[in-house]
């Protein structure tokens, strides 16, 4: 924290005294933001997973208000966009993490995000992955790929149990215990963790077709319906796709 | 079928058969009593008394004899027929490969290996068959004899569960080993061996650098060791719930590491070896155990051979004696006890001690317990790693090296997550003449299966955290990290430095639960002498499986092997458990207290006993029908044994060599390595220096 921007804070806190307030109620309801959309590559403690995805703890980017405002909302790079996240989310989410892990940058307010906000589209509806999101073929496509790139350690039935014994048992990537994982969280998140970080050995290998077929495969083992339409890769409208534990 | 084509298939006949090679074994026994002129036909070569033999009751003689068939007695065999001894191998299984034939062929070399130049170049394999680029950047294989060998003695690395895996490695050993790595990695690709690209490094092969590829073969028309292919059928990819006679275990995709196509395990670096061995003359006796050395004198002397027993495998259900998938080299010799002479020495790779109860017991108490294996119990048959090896050591003076070390290995012992058949370690599907010993393949629920049931001991209680029953401290290799126990990852990873160890990380990273001594604790049930702590047990019901999508049907479970019972009400299901299972001695007398008391605590939200609700959402035991299947403690590998010298020659409690006697892969102690990477170098070290020794 810069000594000009301390002072501020100092200021703002001495102008109204219910700042501080709602500075820590904006952060709590951050954390759980956070816990449920960013944590899955950023880290439960704002670590990042290098050289992937970038750690938030000590990261001198979080100062620029409207470029991290941008990334939730239109996403960038390997991070999905956030469409669903409303200007009093932003704002949680963004003072939880200027403000968390000895970051300094300050808490933000509503008002500052729904200025930023405005300019940017105002999205289409939301579906769940219970509402038809793939196709068939593209599911036995990337039951293919799976067999190749994920079975090996994420087990030829999806449930974590490695093929090689001498290999730890992972996460697994269907059914009852991989929904409740990732319950809440959109598509994209799931898209680009995959292409991102997986597969371990050689993270970054698979095309992003491939990826979304294994997620199609993944949502088909689940029990999720197919769809008239494959699943794309374009990350505005995964977005817009809930995983929802529950039909 | 490409076998029929193949000379050297199965149930060929002797007409499409190279001409054998001159073996120069004799079989002095059958030739001088002038009986089974027929079957004697099998061994090539005049009968050849020695003058050292003279006075001994010999009936075989031959340069060299392995004991044991599989990753160090296979190249070890290789290895010295090649420089011009004969060599006869005895293997007690009905089949060659040992566990290097289950295993996932992750072997792990290195030192600047010639699979390690290749991927450093971004070169493709010599048939062309790998067309996907390194999985590595270059500096993570640009490795030389100096780091390994200081990766492989680091004092400063401890694991996940505090434990050091290459602190106590025996120094002359580990310098040899390292120093003939890059050289035994060329041997194998010098004998059909294919390597996939380098993926890490497997556990006790070093942090520093990435040196482990995967063995592959290419799906095709036909099963062709020479060219590289096998078809569908062979390699149990054909239908998901067949093997075949080649492959026990069903192999497994390698395109992300070879090409479209690959597919990969035990079976590409067991078969090619063997074939290899076969075709250049190596002689095989299968069904024969290893039980002596023969030395000079008890305590003195050089060792001149070996004596051998019968060890029949025949199938449990037709009672017919089992046949190795090829049989060009085999010797039939089913007399009760034969003494084979060894004019240059004796090589003991016959693998190591986990799956003999009473000297596992040793180490760790509780494992005395009969009632879990060790890994590839079907595959290998009760006489599997059984110490045979080193207790013949003991017998003729030899001393022992890295006995602790059976302690301080992640997958020594731990529970499996394969649950329902007591040969829980591997897959095995029908198809391979062993499943019928143990009747069923299992299900691997994964670690996260454990929420989906309680956990009870042979009186039917709970004794441990179900969620964290399964955990294991995870290996140190290569790419390192935390996850591995190292502060750092990758190429910053730094040997023997303090940092590595010092107690602050250790209480950082420390990451592991005691499930598994709780499994084997005493209970009620523990009666003398033994206090066996007994089976444990996995109970759900119905709506476990309805959750799951476990397949509660053959092959995966077998109603009548013992390790899965079906009931509709829990007091019919512990009686069912109680008279079927072959090491349940005592009624599960409090399962249907257990059960009640744990629905009670469903409906709570909270387990005061173990915490579960921390972990993992519980779930009621309480639709019909209910489900048990056994959970198995398996100790995997051993890491105590034979002490050898640079040369993989047994020393004795003196320090000096025992003379003709040379050890290598499991049998060897001092080398807390998990794999194969031991035993491959172990057996072209001893291959090399016992082929140099005076007939």
């Given at each position: 924290m810069t000594l000009r921007r301390a002072g501020i804070l100092c200021l703002a806190l001495a102008a109204n005294p219910s700042a501080g307030a709602d500075e820590a109620e904006l952060a709590a309801s951050g954390a759980m933001l956070f816990e449920r959309n960013c944590s899955v590559c950023h880290g439960d403690a704002g670590g990042g997973q290098a050289p992937v995805f970038p750690a938030l703890a000590g990261n001198d980017v979080l100062a620029d208000l409207p470029l991290i405002v941008g990334n939730m909302h239109l996403g960038v790079g390997y991070m999905p966009p956030f469409p669903e996240l409303s200007a009093e989310e932003i704002a949680a989410l963004a003072t939880y993490i200027r403000t968390s892990w000895g970051n300094a940058a300050g808490a933000v307010t509503v008002a500052e995000v729904s200025l930023l906000l405005e300019g940017l589209d105002a999205g289409a509806p939301t579906r769940t992955i219970w509402d038809g999101v793939y196709g068939s073929a593209q599911a036995a496509r990337g039951r293919l790929a799976y067999d190749g790139q994920c079975a090996l350690c994420h087990g030829r039935r999806l449930n974590g149990a490695a093929e090689d014994p001498d290999m730890q048992s992972g996460p697994p990537l269907a059914r009852v215990k991989f929904l409740r994982e990732w319950d809440g969280r959109s598509l994209a998140v799931l898209f680009d963790y995959t292409r991102a970080a997986m597969p371990l050995a050689n993270p970054g290998s698979l095309s992003d077709g491939q990826s979304a077929d294994i997620v199609a495969y993944m949502l088909s083992v689940s029990g999720a319906p197919p769809g008239p339409e494959d699943m794309g890769t374009d990350r505005e409208a995964l977005a817009r796709i809930t995983i929802a534990a529950e039909e | 079928m490409g076998r029929k084509a193949d000379p050297h298939a199965k149930n060929t006949t002797v007409e499409t058969e190279p001409a054998e090679p001159a073996s120069g074994i004799s079989r002095r026994g059958f030739v001088a009593a002038g009986a089974a002129a027929g079957v004697g036909a099998a061994v090539a070569g005049a009968p050849q008394p020695t003058a050292a033999a003279e006075g001994e009751d010999w009936d075989y003689e031959v340069d060299v004899v392995v004991a044991g068939g599989g990753c160090a007695g296979l190249t070890?065999?290789?290895?010295?027929?090649?420089?011009?001894?004969?060599?006869?191998?005895?293997?007690?299984?009905?089949?060659?490969?040992?566990?290097?034939?289950?295993?996932?062929?992750?072997?792990?070399?290195?030192?600047?290996?010639?699979?390690?130049?290749?991927?450093?170049?971004?070169?493709?394999?010599?048939?062309?068959?790998?067309?996907?680029?390194?999985?590595?950047?270059?500096?993570?294989?640009d490795d030389n004899v100096e780091l390994l060998f200081t990766d492989v003695t680091d004092w400063s690395i401890v694991d996940t569960k505090a434990q050091s895996p290459y602190r106590y490695n025996e120094r002359d050993m580990m310098r040899s080993w390292a120093e003939n790595c890059p050289a035994t990695r060329q041997f194998l690709m010098d004998n059909y061996v294919r390597f996939t690209r380098v993926n890490g490094t497997h556990g006790g092969g070093g942090?520093?650098?990435?040196?482990?590829?995967?063995?592959?073969?290419?799906?095709?028309?036909?099963?062709?060791?020479?060219?590289?292919?096998?078809?569908a059928e062979d390699a149990g990819v054909a239908h998901p719930e067949r093997t075949s006679a080649l492959a026990p275990v069903q192999m497994q995709d390698a395109s992300s590491f070879v090409a479209p196509g690959a597919v990969r395990n035990g079976v590409a670096l067991a078969r090619p070896l063997e074939f290899s061995a076969r075709e250049k003359g190596v002689k095989f006796m299968l069904h024969r155990h290893f039980d002596e050395l023969v030395r000079e004198e008890p305590f003195a002397g050089r060792v001149l051979g070996v004596t051998a027993s019968y060890s029949p495998r025949h199938d449990p259900k037709t009672g017919e004696l089992l046949h190795s998938y090829w049989q060009r080299g085999n010797?039939?010799?089913?007399?009760?006890?034969?003494?084979?002479?060894?004019?240059?020495?004796?090589?003991?790779?016959?693998?190591?001690?986990?799956?003999?109860p009473e000297f596992r017991g040793m180490f760790y108490p509780a494992l005395r317990e009969p009632a879990f294996p060790t890994s590839g119990y079907a595959l290998q048959g009760p006489h599997g790693q059984d110490a045979s090896g080193i207790i013949a050591g003991m017998k003729v003076g030899a001393n022992l090296s890295g006995m602790q070390q059976n302690l301080s290995y992640p997958t020594t012992f731990h529970i499996s997550t394969r649950l329902g058949t007591r040969d829980a370690y591997t897959t095995m599907m029908p198809g391979h003449p062993t499943f019928n010993f143990r009747g069923s393949a299992g299900i691997n629920v994964g670690n996260a299966g454990f929420e989906e049931f309680i956990a009870v001991n042979q009186v039917g209680r709970r004794f441990f955290n179900?969620?964290?029953?399964?955990?294991?401290?995870?290996?140190?290799?290569?790419?390192?990290?935390?996850?591995?126990?190292?502060?750092?990852?990758?190429?910053?990873?730094?040997?023997?430095?303090?940092?590595?160890?010092?107690?602050?990380?250790?209480?950082?990273?420390?990451?592991?639960?005691?499930?598994?001594?709780?499994?084997?604790?005493?209970?009620?049930?523990?009666?003398?002498p033994n206090y066996y702590s007994g089976p444990i047990w996995a109970i759900f019901d119905q709506d476990a499986v309805e959750r799951t999508g476990w397949e509660m049907r053959f092959p995966y479970v077998n109603e009548d092997n013992g390790y899965y019972f079906r009931a509709d009400t829990i007091e019919e299901l512990a009686n069912k458990i109680r008279a079927g299972h072959p090491f349940q001695r005592v009624p599960l007398v409090h399962l249907p207290e257990t059960v009640a008391t744990w629905n009670g605590y469903v409906a709570d939200g909270a387990d005061p006993d173990f915490e579960r609700e921390a972990d993992a959402p519980m779930n009621p035991v309480s639709t019909p029908p209910f489900h048990a299947l056994s959970i198995m403690v398996i100790w995997h590998d051993s890491y105590g044994g034979l002490r050898v010298n640079g040369r993989c020659q047994v020393v004795d409690l003196h320090g000096q060599v025992i003379a003709g006697l040379y050890a290598g892969g499991e049998a060897v102690g001092g080398f807390n390595k998990h794999g194969l990477g031991k035993g491959h170098v172990h057996g072209y070290i001893a291959g090399t220096h016992i082929a140099e020794e005076m007939s």
């Open positions: - | 070890a065999a290789i290895r010295a027929h090649d420089l011009g001894a004969s060599v006869l191998v005895v293997d007690q299984n009905y089949d060659l490969g040992g566990r290097m034939l289950h295993s996932g062929s992750f072997l792990s070399l290195g030192g600047g290996d010639p699979v390690q130049m290749r991927d450093m170049a971004g070169e493709a394999d010599p048939d062309g068959y790998i067309t996907v680029p390194p999985v590595e950047d270059p500096a993570e294989v942090v520093s650098r990435a040196r482990a590829p995967y063995c592959f073969l290419m799906l095709g028309d036909v099963t062709d060791m020479r060219a590289g292919t096998i078809t010797v039939d010799e089913r007399r009760e006890r034969v003494r084979i002479r060894a004019r240059k020495g004796v090589i003991v790779a016959s693998g190591g001690h986990a799956g003999n179900e969620v964290r029953l399964p955990l294991r401290p995870s290996i140190n290799r290569y790419p390192g990290g935390e996850a591995a126990g190292l502060p750092n990852a990758e190429l910053d990873h730094v040997p023997n430095d303090w940092r590595n160890c010092r107690h602050e990380w250790i209480r950082q990273m420390y990451d592991y639960d005691h499930g598994l001594d709780a499994a084997l604790a005493m209970n009620e049930g523990s009666e003398p």
